[in-house]
């Protein structure tokens, strides 16, 4: 980071210094962490307020939130420890959200906290449900496409990026050169963690910056119904590789019609813990692709159970958990489109969110500046939030048409090779889910009048 100013540069030098500090006397110290980020405003509205949440809680050592802390210092390598806090909360959290907010302000649009990668269309599993493994095998960026990327989200404060495929550890090798070349980088990989053995856990170590999250389905019945037989006991055998080397990792979800009350419930989170995840992030299913079946959509009293569930643990619970759709109260409503991420497929196309499988420009003949400006990241800049309502954020799932809209104003085409989606179509799947969801939000909505959500407000 050449183009620092001095006073950031004092900053990034300070909380290395608390971190070491922290380090001597977790247990008397982790408060002076929380303290000196709030003092310093580290990230501004990207980290302050989860700060402040965290701030009412952490100086009862009983408190879950307290407990999370600490298992960074009694669970985690120290390496990956401190570079976990360089990386992500000096690089992604404090200096690279003042970056982005430089070209945001200059040319008028939206730049990501987060780039999500597709590295490659192959992988080893087909889970029903699941539209990567009807792209086939034959796509893929090249390291070098890869590394360009990188280099280009970097310097406009982008240092955060996550492999999604595909199953990205089927480039394992070039994955961990990306991780090693980029060490001033934050790395997280969904993945199906059956590729994850002694070895590849002995790379993470080495290179310290990256941090995988197994996707799962609930209990050994629901993950193997969706994604074969075995691949739980493979998953289960994954945490414990990387838990014997003190290595952080999490889990991924979709809950569906069909496992959204194994998913949400007390014993399934406890299961988690226990084999020691940190962290949870939860999507809920989307009938994305032309074969995709609209019925596993989580009816409306699910994903309000899931919203109360997760609210509910995360007072109680020693993990870290984001519900992608019912936290849009946190974030200002939609987070795609550049706002806060965006996604690249294997084949380079540039879409707004790893869901909407529209790109009016590719990679491989664009640069990531020319497509924050182009038609369609502009409509996602121009028309966020999608509604004023936080617990309907999404333009495709929660606002009737919205998306069929915006794809139509750009010129935007499929993504999907094989079989290319019609927008209207897609949308039409999600109708009758908006309807049933509407009047269940907004009665949430009117129930929470202290609503969290405290960053900028977004465009209207």
């Known amino acids: 980071m050449a183009d620092l100013t001095l006073k950031e540069k004092l900053q990034a030098a300070g909380l290395k210094t608390v971190i070491s500090y922290v380090d001597k006397d977790p247990d008397q110290n982790i408060p002076k962490i929380v303290d000196w980020l709030l003092k310093h405003d580290i990230g501004g509205d990207s ?5 402040r949440v965290i701030k009412k809680y952490i100086n009862d050592k009983d408190n879950n939130w307290y407990k ?15 570079k976990l806090f360089e990386n992500f909360i000096i690089n992604a959290g404090m200096l690279g959200p003042k970056k982005q907010l430089k070209v945001k302000e200059k040319y008028n649009c939206n730049v990501p906290w ?68 980029h060490d001033d980088c934050a790395f997280l990989s969904f993945t199906n963690a059956t590729l994850i053995d002694e070895a590849f856990a002995d790379e993470m170590l080495r290179v310290k910056n990256f941090i995988p999250a197994m ?38 979800t979709c809950y569906t019609s069909t496992n959204a009350e194994v998913l949400g419930s007390e014993e399934f989170f406890d299961a988690m813990i226990e084999k ?70 294997a084949n380079g196309d540039i879409e707004p969110c790893a869901f909407i499988h529209y790109s009016d420009c590719n990679i491989k ?63 039409a799947k999600c109708f009758a889910a908006a309807d049933k969801w509407e009047p269940i939000a907004d009665e949430l909505w009117e129930n929470n009048p202290k609503h969290q959500y405290a960053g900028p407000r977004v465009n209207k």
């Open 68 to 82: 999370l802390i600490k298992s960074l210092w009694t669970d985690c390598d120290d390496g990956i420890r401190r």
């Open 47 to 51: 980290l302050t307020p989860q700060v």
């Open 365 to 427: 003949d664009t640069t990531l500046l020319e497509a924050y400006q182009k038609p369609l990241f502009m409509q996602y800049h121009d028309n966020q939030p999608f509604n004023d309502n936080m617990l309907r954020p999404c333009p495709l799932l929660d606002n009737k048409g919205k998306l069929a809209e915006m794809v139509k104003a750009s010129g935007a085409h499929s993504t999907d090779m094989q079989s290319p989606e019609d927008v209207d179509n897609l949308c």
């Open 215 to 252: 996707s799962i389905e609930g209990f050994e019945k629901e993950t193997d119904e969706r994604r074969g037989k075995g691949t739980y006991q493979a998953i289960m055998k994954a945490m414990d590789i990387l838990r014997e080397r003190k290595l952080p990792f999490g889990i991924s």
């Open 114 to 181: 987060a780039i999500l990668l597709d590295p490659t269309s192959a992988c080893n599993l087909h889970c029903i449900g699941c539209w990567a493994a009807d792209y086939g095998h034959q796509m893929s960026l090249t390291f070098e496409e890869l590394d360009s990327i990188v280099t280009q989200g970097k310097e406009m404060g982008t240092y955060m990026y996550i492999f999604t495929g595909g199953e990205p550890l089927v480039r394992k090798d070039d994955v961990m050169r990306l991780c090693e070349t």
């Open 276 to 345: 020691g995840v940190k962290f949870a992030w939860y999507f809920t299913y989307m009938p994305v692709g032309t074969d995709a079946e609209p019925s596993l959509l989580a009816k409306p009293e699910q994903r309000a159970f899931m919203y109360r569930q997760i609210r509910k643990f995360r007072t109680t619970k020693p993990i870290f958990t984001m519900d992608f759709w019912n936290d849009g109260e946190f974030v200002g409503g939609c987070i795609a489109g550049g706002r806060s991420y965006l996604h690249i497929n």
